[in-house]
C-alpha cells in the first residue's frame, strides 16, 4: 500500500505562487505515472498536471503556462508550482500515483488551496 502526503498548501492572493509536495511512501515510486488533481466541493475531479517515469508531463488546459509538475525519484517526492495562481483555483488540491504493473492508484489526503482576490 503506497502512501502519499501533500504538503505546501495554504492561502496567496492574487497572482501569487504556492509550490505544493507529495511526498510517497514506495520506494517503487520511480515507475509510478503521478498526478495532481483538484476538486471543488460539488465538481468532478480535474486533471491539473500529470508526469510520466520518464518526465513527459501533461496539463489541463486552465493550469497551462502557469503551473509546472516535477518529480525527483531519488526522494520519491514530486512537487507541483503553481504561479500567476486565480481565485479560480481556489480548491482542495490531490496528489496521485498509479502503478501501471499492477493497475493500482493511490491518493494522498489532499491539500487546501485558496487565492484570494
Known amino acids: 500500500q503506497v502512501q502519499l502526503v501533500e504538503s505546501g498548501g495554504g492561502e496567496v492572493q492574487f497572482g501569487g505562487s504556492l509550490r505544493?509536495?507529495?511526498?510517497?511512501?514506495?520506494s517503487r515510486f520511480a515507475i509510478y505515472l503521478l498526478g495532481w488533481y483538484r476538486q471543488a466541493p460539488g465538481n468532478q475531479r480535474e486533471l491539473v498536471a500529470t508526469i510520466t517515469s520518464g518526465g513527459r508531463t501533461t496539463y489541463g488546459d486552465s493550469v497551462k503556462g502557469r503551473?509546472?509538475?516535477f518529480r525527483d525519484n531519488s526522494k520519491n517526492m514530486a512537487w507541483l508550482q503553481m504561479n500567476s495562481l486565480k481565485p479560480e483555483d481556489t480548491t482542495v488540491y490531490y496528489c496521485y500515483a498509479y502503478d501501471a504493473s499492477?493497475?493500482?492508484?493511490?491518493?494522498g489526503q489532499g491539500t487546501q488551496v485558496t487565492v484570494s482576490s
Open 102 to 107: 499492477s493497475g493500482d492508484g493511490y491518493w
Open 20 to 26: 505544493l509536495s507529495c511526498a510517497a511512501s514506495e
Open 67 to 69: 503551473f509546472t509538475i
